[in-house]
């Protein structure tokens, strides 16, 4: 039960029967100002008018209470006169009491109203700082289990957090129309308030303790729940179809979602039984309160003590309290519940990125990329590892300088580390060991935008984004997405122009099937859109990751021979397989297991002898 949250989140990957301590639970509601805070910038007019909804609606019950006791006094008086009394006060207390019930109806619903309207709104801007918060994040970030888990949490918080806000406004309308009550209960007897209070604690405490079970379990399963809907998406998917069809996969990915769903089902079952069992014995015990108030109340009427209307009036009174202090003390153990989840939304947003431009002003401003690169980039016994694999070294004791306006071909069998070297020219990664120099200072004193706008990269697993063929393109500088020249011109020099031609709907036409009217491309056609991209951004460095491996060998051929001419003056790292494509760069870096073996122009790597002009000969003789 004491078992603190920095237990969960060390081990997220196993579910246990972990609880939360009282502590933590109360240390959660420190969530609420701030949450209030983002609430309130949602609208502050939205938020203005639910406080004042609720707070005159709180008065409500008592004053019904007091205007039902009057009327009845009032009416005992009346008989009590005798033939034509004067009936006017009568009706005009009635009447009042209409009015109270019309009025607690209509801002129920406005209430109701003006929560929906602010947990949207809510929702939406919620939903765009995750999305602003996840850009800046690191792509190693991108990579950690861990991190998904936050990610996954944070996401769920954002539809379901409004229901906090109308919890706490719930919380303080109630605790208002609990004073207002007894203020009119204590004049009479206060101890029967204490005893209210007493008899509902049980109930108050089981609830509190099934609702942290019930967190802990939720929050254990994180990883789980994340694989079930990953489950559902493999399993009914356009992009999985294929094969899960030809590979006959449905069953095992159905089981595996049966299993899974089955164990979690059943833990909570067990849960929502014992909680329901206990829940009930304890809220009768609540019930066993409020009759020994009824009868002392009934008690004191008949022995004339107190009048009829001050029986109805106290009778309501506590039946109203004894309902509002439940709901109040329930309310508060699910409310350090949302307070809890909400402490997973506030976790995602405190993750700071480990890339970013110098912040620091004692180093000075960032540095701009120098336009143009004169010494170019420079690689100084760079080593890297994954933070996912620290025990093995995807780059080690690199060193080589890509000068400017060079064509370099990065050539190495799967996994010696080409993507990765990429990665870190683009700054995606920094390095583990040593440091790589744009023009004699290390990339990491540049501004990061700067830098990344200068270095185009088009890679392997690039994105099909369900979107038009004109904005598929425009992605490689997406401000020039209205520049339809600029986009066509680019689209002409990758060939994406003839792929264009043949849509309906031209560079307009939506892309991929996911929505109406899309079309699908080949994997050749797609290539030949997302090569466009590195031709759209006006970098001084583009790399292009395996970019041709879906051309034909008639494309790939014309793509090279223009990508040489159209960049002109500008670096460029392309990875290949093919040795048609890689001999046509200025140099050669040939990697293994993340070392460099070898460097040199085609011909004198050939001349060398050595990997290289062994891979080559390799895929010759396979052309012979
Ligand atoms: N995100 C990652 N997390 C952990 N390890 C990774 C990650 N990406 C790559 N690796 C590992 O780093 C090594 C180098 O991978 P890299 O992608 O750079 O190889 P590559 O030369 O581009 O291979 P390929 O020709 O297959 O594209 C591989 O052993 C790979 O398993």
């Known amino acids: 039960m004491a078992k603190s949250k920095a237990s969960h989140s060390s081990n997220p990957a196993q579910p246990a029967a972990e609880t939360l301590s009282w502590r933590d639970r109360f240390s959660a509601l420190k969530n609420l100002p701030a949450f209030f805070r983002l609430v309130w910038q949602t609208s502050p007019g939205l938020f203005l008018g639910n406080a004042f909804g609720r707070l005159v609606r709180a008065a409500i019950p008592a004053a019904a209470l007091y205007v039902g006791k009057l009327i009845i006094d ?6 009590a006169q005798g033939a034509n009394p004067d009936t006017t006060y009568l009706w005009q207390l009635v009447g009042a009491e209409f009015g109270l019930a019309v009025l607690a109806t209509a801002l129920g619903r406005l209430v109701s109203l003006l929560d929906s309207l602010l947990g949207d709104l809510f929702a939406n801007q919620t939903s765009i700082r995750l999305m602003e918060h996840a850009a800046s994040l690191d792509l190693e970030q991108f990579e950690d289990a861990a991190f998904y888990d936050k990610l996954e949490r944070a996401r769920r918080q954002t539809t379901g957090r409004t229901v906090l806000l109308s919890q706490v406004f719930g919380q303080v309308q109630e605790i208002i129309s609990v004073v207002f009550l007894a203020a009119g209960l204590v004049v009479y007897n206060p101890w029967l308030i204490g005893l209210l209070v007493l008899a509902v604690l049980p109930a108050f405490a089981a609830d509190n303790y099934f609702n942290q079970r019930s967190y802990s379990l939720s929050r254990n399963w994180t990883p789980e729940r994340r694989e079930l809907d990953y489950l559902r998406y493999v399993g009914a998917a356009d992009d999985t179809a294929k094969e899960v069809k030809i590979f006959g996969l449905s069953g095992f990915l159905i089981d595996r979602f049966r299993t899974l769903s089955w164990t979690y089902y059943v833990k909570n079952r067990a849960l929502a039984i014992s909680r329901a069992g206990w829940g009930t014995v304890l809220t009768a015990l609540g019930t066993a309160g409020y009759y020994a108030a009824y009868v002392w109340i009934i008690g004191r009427a008949v022995a004339g003590q107190i009048s009829l209307g001050d029986l109805t009036f106290l009778a309501g009174a506590f039946r109203q309290v004894r309902g509002s202090l439940e709901s109040i003390l329930l309310q508060f153990s699910g409310l350090t519940q949302e307070a809890l989840y909400l402490q997973d939304l506030f976790d995602y947003f405190a993750i700071q990125p480990k890339i970013h431009s110098p912040n620091d002003p004692a180093v000075g401003e960032p540095l701009r990329v120098p336009q143009p690169i004169r010494e170019g980039f420079v690689f100084e016994n760079v080593g890297f590892q994954y933070a996912n694999a620290p025990e093995r070294w995807a780059i080690r004791n690199l060193s080589f300088t ?7 071909a990065l050539v190495g069998e799967n996994g010696a580390g080409k993507t990765t070297l990429v990665k870190l020219l683009a700054r995606l990664y920094d ?23 200068n270095v185009g990269v088009i890679f392997q697993d690039y994105v099909r ?33 003839s792929v264009i031609a043949k849509l309906p709907a031209g560079y307009d036409q939506q892309l991929g099937r996911s929505f109406n009217k899309g079309v699908e491309l080949s994997g050749g056609e797609w290539q030949k859109v997302a090569l466009a991209r590195a031709y759209m951004r006006d970098a001084q460095l583009i790399i292009l990751d395996e970019p041709t491996a879906a051309l034909d060998a008639r494309a790939e051929y014309e793509v090279f021979q223009r990508f040489a ?60």
């Open 431 to 453: 390095p583990s060991e040593g440091r790589i120099l744009l023009d004699g200072r290390d990339l990491r004193e540049y501004d990061l935008a700067d830098l990344r706008r």
């Open 465 to 497: 984004f369900k979107m038009s063929a004109g904005v598929n393109i425009a992605v490689g500088d997406i401000d020039e997405r209205t520049n339809q020249p600029r986009i066509e011109s680019s689209a002409q020099r990758s060939l994406a122009d």
């Open 565 to 624: 001419g159209l960049t002109e003056g500008k670096s460029s790292v392309i990875i290949s397989h093919r040795f048609s494509t890689v001999r046509m760069a200025d140099r050669i870096l040939v990697l293994e297991g993340g070392r460099l073996i070898e460097l040199g122009s085609h011909a004198e790597l050939l001349a060398q002898g050595g990997r290289y002009a062994e891979l080559f000969q390799l895929q010759a003789r396979g052309y012979q």
């Open 74 to 79: 009032e009416v005992v008086r009346l008989m």
């Open 402 to 408: 890509l000068r400017p306006g060079e064509k370099l």
